[in-house]
């Protein structure tokens, strides 16, 4: 069974900083790319950054391009969203995503809140 | 940025009813629409992918169609545990987008 188990969510104060995890099990981790996808607070879904299953592609979004960046550890099943200078917009469950073969988001997290405020 | 647009953003109706749901992209993205429904409090869970294709354990009660910029989703027979909010998703390129949600509420 595919599970994908986000945490290091939490309170943190605007221009801070925050490390979400996620951690995969139940597949070859090492060949999906995957993805960090969040909700604002009775929002729609904002996709928020890709990462091939060998790292050697990247993408954000431009509304986190420059503060966040997306990593992974093939050997320890995780991937990882490094998040700086982080702003009350930010605020939102952030949700790690796979990337099917068929490169459509097929399985998702249970989802880590981050709330930025003072 | 391909912007996805979905109508309506709201639908109410009964148990039983049959409804569909529209999705256009502001440009062709050929077939490469996954629809999702997301419950309060829950993750999305996609129901179609490639725009008419039914993801596995997903009843035959959803449908979807469509191809280039106009996608319809359909559920027929609608019962109280499809009353949910219904997103599209275009996979075309990145950044991937979303349309902005549907929520089906009960009438």
């Known amino acids: 069974e595919v599970q994908l188990v986000e945490s290091g969510g939490g309170l943190v104060q605007p221009g801070g900083s925050l490390r979400l995890s996620c951690v995969a099990s139940g597949f070859t981790f090492s060949s999906y790319s995957m993805n960090w996808v969040r909700q604002a607070p009775g929002k729609g879904l904002e996709w928020v950054s890709y990462?091939?299953?060998?790292?050697?592609?990247?993408y954000y979004a431009d509304s986190v391009k420059g503060r966040f960046t997306i990593s992974r550890d093939n050997v320890k099943n995780s991937l990882y969203l490094q998040m700086n200078s982080l702003r009350a917009e930010d605020t939102a469950v952030y949700y790690c995503?796979?990337?099917?073969?068929?490169?459509?988001?097929?399985?998702w997290g249970q989802g880590t809140l981050v709330t930025v405020s003072s | 940025d391909i912007q996805m647009t979905q109508s309506p953003s709201s639908l109410s109706a009964s148990v039983g009813d049959r409804v569909t749901i529209t999705c256009r992209a502001s440009q062709g993205i050929s077939n490469y629409l996954v629809w999702f429904q997301q419950k309060p409090g829950k993750a999305p869970k996609s129901l179609i992918y490639a725009a008419s294709s039914l993801q596995s354990g997903v009843p035959s009660k959803f449908s979807g169609s469509g191809s280039g910029t106009e996608f319809t989703l359909t559920i027929s027979s609608l019962q109280p545990e499809d009353f949910a909010t219904y997103y599209c998703q275009q996979y075309n390129t990145y950044p991937r987008t979303f349309g902005q949600g549907t929520k089906l509420e009960i009438k």
């Open positions: 990462i091939s299953s060998s790292s050697s592609t990247i």
């Open positions: 995503v796979r990337d099917g073969w068929l490169e459509y988001f097929d399985y």
